[in-house]
């Protein structure tokens, strides 16, 4: 008895620090995200256990193909990869996805063998238009939030209808755009951050309202052949919405949406992990550097023994903090370009150009490529 009023006690705790840290975020947003842009943030560090070990069971894909592609990877992230390829029953999470193969062994990349979910056939997006004459021939597709992105090129651009057409003008008018969409687009994506309240970039919708738009407005363009990308969600592992719209709608996703604001590939992955539950591909729709969730302390007593640890962390969301240091960021998108690539379930990611990302992760320095453009450059001209 006394363990467990103990472990209420410390519960409450660590509740209540978990509650108050939530007016970081609150405050983080307030000055610069455009109501384009998104989220919120996080990191974490777990070891994970990779991509969730998709048992491979889709009918197209031959595990040979898979396994050999991943496996004759010498560099980067391969060990941990290759481990949960590996490791058909770990996870709880078991899912049905049609797994990529991968071809060009030179690069390393794991490219479908159902292409169609792949933008061109090329996995490396942008978030955001501004650098993509800089990007343009080594991205398959891009997006700027809109349901009519246009730039002359090769480069897919991906409609999306943002919110509920009730956060602001823009908002209004993009619902009117895509409820006048005069093509057949081959991919949308579903909400920007339904899950988050709007007025933070993030577009605050019920699940009530996100199930009708979606009923009326995307899924019938599923009949007409375009792929269907599910609401991001802004709260990253810690959502709890999708789930819930997963369960009233009718028709589908094809593709879960994905964003990730973390600092360390570890985070990355938990990411990934998350959503893998889905059952569906995986595009992460934005993708930044950001450092997020702060451990918690827990302590536990267990008879006469206490212990303290880092058992914990700040909800997914609570706090928001853009990394700065050019080496950090450097780092990390060399790790995570390659992860994302080799990754048997993430189909196409882009990095976000938003706003709210501090001053040195955009892509773009006045009209130029800033550093972490060129290193986005570098790192995705390695496969494409
Ligand atoms: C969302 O839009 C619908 C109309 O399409 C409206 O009935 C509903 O009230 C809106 N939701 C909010 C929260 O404004």
Not at 163 to 173: K, L, S
Not at 228 to 252: H, N, V, Y
Not at 360 to 366: D, Q, S
Request: hydrophobic residues 35%; aromatic residues 10%.
């Amino acid at each position: 008895m006394a363990n467990l009023r103990l472990s209420l006690i410390f519960c409450a705790i660590v509740f209540a620090a978990g509650v108050d840290a939530g007016h970081i975020k609150r405050h983080r947003f307030s000055t610069h995200r455009g109501p384009c842009l998104h989220h919120t943030a996080s990191t974490r560090h777990v070891t994970t256990s990779v991509a969730v070990t998709t048992t491979h069971t889709s009918s197209t894909h031959t595990s040979s193909t898979h396994t050999s592609s991943t496996h004759t990877s010498s560099t980067h992230t391969s060990s941990t990869h290759t481990s949960s390829t590996h490791a058909p029953t770990t996870t709880a999470s078991i899912i049905n996805i049609v797994v990529p193969s991968a071809t060009k062994l030179t690069t390393q990349a794991a490219k479908p063998l159902i292409t169609s979910l792949v933008p061109n056939n090329i996995k490396a997006g942008i978030a955001g238009g501004d650098a993509f004459p800089y990007l343009k021939d080594h991205i398959g597709w891009w997006y700027d939030w809109s349901p009519n992105p246009s730039k002359p090129g090769k480069p897919i651009p991906v409609p999306m209808l943002w919110g509920n057409g009730t956060v602001d003008n823009q908002d209004a008018q993009r619902l009117k755009a895509f409820e006048n969409l005069a093509t057949v687009p081959a991919y949308v994506l579903g909400y920007e951050e339904p899950d988050c309240p709007s007025g933070e970039g993030s577009a605050g919708m019920s699940v009530e309202d996100g199930v009708a738009k979606w009923e009326s407005l995307i899924a019938p363009l599923r009949s007409k052949g375009t792929k269907l990308g599910s609401p991001s969600m802004c709260k990253q592992i810690d959502e709890t919405w999708l789930a819930e719209f997963q369960d009233r709608i009718s028709t589908p996703w094809d593709f879960t949406a994905i964003h990730i604001n973390k600092n360390s590939l570890d985070g990355v992955k938990e990411d990934i992990d998350h959503y893998l539950k889905y059952g569906k591909p995986i595009w992460v729709t934005e993708f930044a550097c950001v450092d997020g969730r702060w451990p918690v302390l827990q302590v536990n007593f267990d008879g006469a023994i206490l212990t303290r640890s880092i058992s914990s962390y700040l909800k997914d969301f609570e706090k928001f903090v853009p990394c700065t240091n050019q080496q950090t960021i450097n780092n990390f998108i060399n790790e995570i370009v390659p992860y994302l690539e080799e990754h048997p379930n993430v189909y196409a990611y882009a990095y976000s150009n938003g706003l709210g990302l501090g001053d040195v992760w955009p892509l773009m320095n006045g009209n130029s490529l800033s550093e972490s453009g060129q290193t986005y450059l570098a790192a995705i001209s390695k496969y494409h």
